[in-house]
């Protein structure tokens, strides 16, 4: 049984600060890349940021200074930390993880957490 659990959403102010986690069981997720992705309503999911191997990073221009990925092994979770949190900002957040065997993906959604960024 494998299972994605995304948590740490919630309401926030502009300017404010949120760490979403994605915790993992039935796959060690370390071995896999993981990526964070957002979606709201009338608009296409987007991919906000990635973190392969121990710490290899890649973010969308849009969260580029402000979020940041990372992972915790031992506790078989990856997080991204949202600094500086803008309106725009606001969506479903999903984590994927996904590893590449032979060419073939092999991923896992988690059902997604909401922030939103209102005064």
């Known amino acids: 049984q494998v299972q994605l659990e995304e948590s740490g959403g919630g309401l926030v102010q502009p300017g404010g600060s949120l760490r979403l986690s994605c915790a993992a069981s039935g796959i060690i997720l370390s071995v896999y890349t993981v990526g964070w992705f957002r979606q709201t309503p009338g608009k296409e999911r987007e991919w906000v940021a990635t973190?392969?191997?121990?710490?290899?990073?890649k973010y969308a221009d849009a969260v580029k200074g402000r979020f940041t990925i990372s992972r915790d092994n031992a506790k078989n979770t990856v997080y991204l930390q949202m600094n500086s949190l803008k309106s725009e900002d606001t969506a479903v957040y999903y984590c994927n993880a996904d590893l590449r065997i032979l060419g073939v993906r092999n991923d896992h959604w988690g059902q997604g957490t909401q922030v939103t960024v209102s005064s």
């Open positions: 973190v392969a191997g121990e710490a290899t990073t």
